[in-house]
Every structure is written in C-alpha cells, then in structure tokens.
C-alpha cells in the first residue's frame, strides 16, 4: 500500500509559471524525501525534509513540511520545459534499522514552451 | 558514471515462463532495494537487502518471487511462472548506510510485459 497521496494528479503550466505540488501521508515519519521521474526512467532524489524542520530550498525547489497535518508541498519556481516529468513525496518509514521509502502516486507536471 | 545499472531494460515474455532480471548497485552502497512500478502509479516496496542478507520482503512478494544478493554485491529477482499482472517496471535502488538519511539511488529499471 501506498503511505502518501499526491495531488494535483497532473498539473500543465506555461514555462516561468510556478508549481506547486502537495503531498499528504498517514503515519509518523523521520523524513520526507521528493524525487523525480522522467519517463521510462529511474527516480531521481532532489530535497529531504527531516521531521523537525519547517521549509528547505534547494535551487529553484522549496519545501515545506507540517507535521501537524501530516502534509508536505514542494513548490518548482521559475519553471522549465526540462521540469517535465512525474514527481514523487516519498516517506521513511523506519523499520527494523533501516530506511524504507513509501511512495506516493506522483504528480506529472508537464511544462509547456 | 557509476550509478544503479539493471539489465535487462526490457523483457517481453509468454505467461508462465520464468524470467531474471539483474541489478548492480552503487559499489560502496551496501543496502540494496527492489520496487515495483505500474503505469500511472509510484514504486511500490517489493524486498530490501543489507549486504547479502534479505531482511525484509513485502507481501506482494509472492511465492514465485525471489531475490537474491549474493555475496553482498550485484542482486537478481527472479519470476517463475510469471502471469499478465506481473507486467510492470521493476526498480533497483542502492543507498549507504551511516549516520543520517541516505537518498536512493535508482536504476532505469527493466520494463517485463507479460502476454
């Protein structure tokens, strides 16, 4: 079963435009992570968010994260054509001493020239 | 470039044949992780291994599923008597262990089609 849910499902914005992307899940965690997919391919890691931090920036990527609502947004500035892809909040859960990831269902943002 | 390689990137196969796929993880990483990815959906936790030891497998794993790591190195998940629901992208992903939080890092992952 998945642990976090994504929303919107997918998003089409004009480049420059700015996109937001939340993510909810159910459970306590130690962190959240984002990744990306481009299509046909592997994840990728952009930004970890720890469980006692608020907000984080990353280049154009911002973070958030409130535990209290068990709710993180990763906001994409500026973006660009090369954004185009699927992007996934992914929740540590951690069992037995080691990290396992849950995954969300993704949210594909498609940028338009 | 030193990164997650799985081979191969596509397997077409008839249902109940049996099919291999490999993953050669990052060299110094010693925690290796199999998911499973359908269209439209996130990758979905299949098995873990630290060094060669299968420490966790999850329910969707069954009995026709098996994994393996020896010698701590490269991983194999193999598929007998595979069935049209197994058709899916299957990722590899490799992190270090340490203090802190390691991100994964995936391979391309091996396309199967089942038909």
């Known amino acids: 079963s998945q642990q976090g849910e994504e929303d919107p499902q997918a998003l089409s914005i004009q480049e420059g435009e700015n996109a937001t992307m939340n993510c909810s899940y159910k459970t306590s965690i130690n962190n959240l992570q984002w990744y990306r997919q481009n299509s046909g391919r592997g994840l990728v890691h952009l930004i970890l968010i720890r469980s006692n931090e608020r907000e984080k920036h990353s280049g154009r990527l911002r973070v958030t994260l409130d535990t209290s609502k068990k709710s993180s947004s990763l906001l994409i500035t500026a973006s660009r054509a090369a954004d185009t892809a699927s992007y996934f909040c992914?929740?540590?859960?951690?069992?037995?001493?080691?990290?396992?990831?849950?995954f969300g269902a993704g949210t594909r943002l498609a940028v338009h020239p | 470039d030193t990164g997650v390689s799985q081979d191969p990137r596509h397997k077409i196969t008839k249902r109940g044949q049996n099919v291999t796929f490999r993953c050669d993880p990052i060299?110094?990483?010693?925690?290796l992780y199999w998911y499973r990815q359908t269209l439209g959906q996130g990758p979905e936790f299949l098995t873990y291994?630290?060094?060669?030891?299968?420490?966790?497998k999850s329910r969707l794993l069954s009995d026709r599923f098996s994994a393996e790591r020896p010698k701590g190195s490269f991983s194999t998940l193999e598929i007998q008597r595979t069935e049209q629901g197994d058709s899916a992208m299957y990722l590899c992903?490799?992190?270090?262990?340490?203090?802190?939080?390691?991100?994964?890092?995936f391979g391309n992952g091996t396309r199967l089609t089942v038909t």
């Open positions: 992903a490799s992190s270090s262990t340490g203090t802190g939080f390691s991100p994964l890092h």
């Open positions: 060299s110094e990483h010693n925690r």
């Open positions: 992914a929740t540590d859960a951690v069992s037995g001493g080691y990290n396992k990831l849950i």
């Open positions: 291994f630290q060094n060669e030891a299968q420490l966790e």
